[in-house]
């Protein structure tokens, strides 16, 4: 069946760094969306994407629907440590939409 | 404000027994959608549905039964047939069937 693949599965960064997540997919998708997890609670969506080359920022993070349909990148700059957290990405096409595994991110004191 | 309630936050129960998760949401969505998420794991989609009284499996639906009798209500029964049950379950909705998805804040089950 259709699978994202998500990268990297976990990281570990300096408050202040830059940070880049991505996912694909031998898939095609009509849109993307990135979602941030707190641990014990449920998914936000940070941002969707809905046409190929798209690029979308929402405050500090910026996200883009990759020109091949199959891929979505996500930036955060200068990570503060309430950015720690799972970040989600999810391809929807037709009746289905697949979540990827997620991307741990750890801030380091 | 509208958005999606999950209750409780935590539950516990004794093996064989069925226990209910509720979720409700006030944002005139069509579509809802029952989730697990096990530690380490992806979102995996117990079962969905698009519109009141209709609801299909998804892809872990065994053990588990919903009901849609209401647009704002999807309740999940998760019976004793489960045989892995302890998890974090999640609701989600969204305006149309597979549109951006709106999740609750989970509710964490523990079967012992």
């Known amino acids: 069946g259709q699978q994202l693949n998500q990268s990297p599965q976990s990281m570990f960064i300096q408050e202040g760094e830059d940070v880049s997540m991505n996912c694909t997919s031998s898939?095609?998708?009509?849109?993307w969306l990135w979602y941030k997890q707190d641990p014990g609670e449920g998914p936000v969506l940070l941002i969707a994407l809905y046409k190929a080359g798209e690029l979308t920022s929402n405050g500090r993070l910026t996200a883009q629907f990759g020109i091949t349909r199959k891929d979505s990148f996500l930036n955060i700059s200068a990570s503060i440590p309430s950015d720690v957290g799972i970040y989600f990405c999810?391809?929807?096409?037709?009746?289905?939409?697949?979540f990827g595994k997620g991307t741990r991110l750890h801030i380091l004191p | 404000d509208g958005g999606i309630t999950q209750s409780p936050k935590y539950l516990f129960r004794k093996e064989g027994q069925n226990v209910t998760l509720s979720c409700e949401q006030n944002l005139n969505h069509d579509a809802m959608y029952w989730y697990r998420q096990d530690p380490g794991q992806g979102l995996r989609l117990i079962y969905y549905s698009q519109i009141v009284n209709d609801f299909q499996k998804g892809d872990i639906a065994e053990g588990y039964s919903v009901s849609r009798e209401k647009k704002e209500s999807f309740p999940l029964t998760v019976t004793s047939a489960q045989k892995n049950p302890t998890a974090f379950y999640l609701c989600?909705?969204?305006?149309?069937?597979?549109?951006?998805?709106?999740f609750g804040p989970g509710t964490r089950l523990t079967v012992t």
């Open positions: 989600a909705s969204s305006i149309v069937p597979y549109g951006e998805q709106y």
């Open positions: 898939s095609i998708f009509n849109t």
């Open positions: 999810a391809g929807q096409k037709d009746d289905k939409i697949i």
